[in-house]
């Protein structure tokens, strides 16, 4: 993985890499890589695994960079997901090593730890038997498991390389512009869509640390001069209305939006105000590498809800629960062939068997291709409602409530009623609806929805509730 970086570094040795406290060069990042990357060299086998848990992203890029450049396998996570989070992370991949830059860890985690401010080791190392499987593994990234336990995803060098090559087939941006990149690396669509192929076209990096904050995201737009953002289409929007109440214009000459489900209505939105931006549509999965899809800027306004065609190599299909193909236009689960698709998952073989069948991988979405070959993805399957018999997305009931301008935002989800499954929202209202009651909602409700998708539950609140990319949380219940 470091031979396939260094090519691309090395032809743009005077490009950025900095956050609020650090400014260098890739000239000079190459040598702080190489120096950390000798030290853990010296201590540790090839193909250890390293757990990565930094207070800054920076210092995370670095020692993802340095695992790379000694062939050891980084494992990213992220403060942000909670300590527990990260002791289910640890108990499932039982790192050789921890880097860090918080010294507070020592006491909370008995393992190997690495300083990767003062160069430092501390505590006892102990030796783990070389496991196999894992000779060809580039990265574990361990799916956020908001309902569970992570699972870890073990993608190979190749993989991850192919994807960032085929990425780069389409993203269009240079060494003339600036990335912020203001969510963890602990994603994959971060590690892999906006670092990784930052690195491979030599652009400016500049890292965001706060937790999901648009105000504060702003601020650095504006103060670092961002021409490239990747955000999911709520922290997007945000922005875009940011600007549209403070009558603000943009300055960025790309996004690409993945994440969540991207309504016509959110779209038109972040169009009207950044009217001259190339705007993409993706979507991808950890298991994937995970970019799979991507629609061109040229058919965002027309086609702005699909997340488009597949990259080079792909094939996407719409099947039945018999893997059955389905027609045009026709609703089922999607499933991937891809030269990025994983390994497998970590020291979980059951999974893997019943996730990737034949070579295709259960995506565990439902969408639908269009007559012009387009993906639409409509809701993750284990989102769906059954009410009444009738299938029904959490998307559909967003889109149609949020025409209504007493509602800022909404979610829907699932709850368990004494008739089988039910449907709640969570109601953000507008500033100037601020003292709506819940049988107003209701009559909105009543205005624009079939019976079949009237709520059982509403709940007015203050705030969705978001992860730390700023994507939505659905609590199904």
């Not at 990260?86 to 507070?104: A, E, F």
């Not at 593994?137 to 870890?152: E, V």
Request: charged share 20%; net charge neutral.
């Amino acid at each position: 993985m470091w031979n396939f970086l260094i090519n691309q570094i090395s032809q743009h040795r005077e490009a950025i890499f900095f956050d609020k406290d650090n400014r260098i060069t890739y000239s000079i990042l190459m040598n702080i890589v190489k120096q950390k990357g000798d030290i853990l060299k010296g201590r540790l086998k090839p193909k250890s695994k390293c757990a990565i848990l930094c207070n800054s992203n920076f210092k995370s890029a670095v020692a993802i960079l340095a695992c790379w450049y000694s062939d050891l396998i980084p494992i990213p996570m992220s403060k942000h997901y909670g300590e527990s989070h990260c002791n289910n992370i640890i108990l499932l991949t039982c790192p050789d090593l921890l880097i860090t830059d918080d010294i507070t860890l020592k006491s909370e985690y008995d393992i190997f730890g690495f300083n990767i401010d003062n160069n430092e080791f501390y505590g006892e190392y102990h030796k783990n038997p070389c496991e196999f499987i894992l000779e060809d593994i580039a990265i574990i990234m361990c799916t956020s498991g908001t309902t569970g336990n992570p699972k870890g995803v073990m993608i190979t060098e190749k993989s991850l390389i192919e994807n960032v090559v085929n990425i780069s087939k389409y993203f269009k941006i240079t060494c003339n512009d600036t990335i912020l990149i203001a969510r963890p690396l602990y994603h994959c669509a971060v590690l892999t869509g906006e670092f990784l192929i930052s690195l491979f076209y030599g652009v400016n990096i500049c890292f965001f640390d706060d937790i999901y904050n648009p105000l504060a995201i702003i601020k650095s737009i504006n103060e670092n001069c961002i021409t490239v953002l990747c955000g999911t289409p709520t922290l997007i929007n945000h922005i875009a209305t940011f600007y549209k109440r403070n009558k603000e214009t943009s300055n960025m000459r790309t996004i690409a939006i993945s994440g969540e489900c991207l309504s016509e209505l959110v779209a038109k939105n972040i169009r009207g105000i950044f009217v001259n931006t190339n705007i993409y549509n993706v979507y991808g999965l950890t298991e994937a590498a995970p970019r799979v899809s991507y629609l061109f800027p040229e058919l965002f306004d027309e086609y702005s809800e699909s997340v488009g065609a597949p990259l080079n190599g792909i094939i996407i299909k719409i099947v039945n629960d018999n893997f059955q193909e389905l027609p045009q236009n026709e609703i089922g689960n999607i499933i991937v062939d891809s030269p990025s698709v994983m390994k497998g998952y970590y020291r979980n073989t059951g999974l893997t068997e019943s996730t990737v069948k034949n070579g295709w991988l259960k995506t565990g979405d439902l969408g639908y291709i269009n007559e012009k070959g387009l993906l639409y993805i409509i809701s993750r399957a284990d989102d769906m409602i059954i009410k009444a018999g009738m299938n029904i997305y959490p998307k559909e009931i967003e889109t149609k409530l949020k025409t209504n301008k007493s509602i800022y935002d909404v979610v829907a989800y699932r709850i368990k009623t004494h008739n089988g499954q039910g449907i709640a929202l969570d109601v953000v209202l507008s500033a100037e609806s601020k003292t709506l009651a819940k049988r107003e909602l209701m009559n909105i409700c009543a205005g624009v929805l079939p019976s079949y998708q009237f709520p059982d539950e509403i709940n007015i609140v203050d705030n969705l509730q978001k992860n730390a990319s700023g994507k939505v949380i659905r609590h199904n219940r």
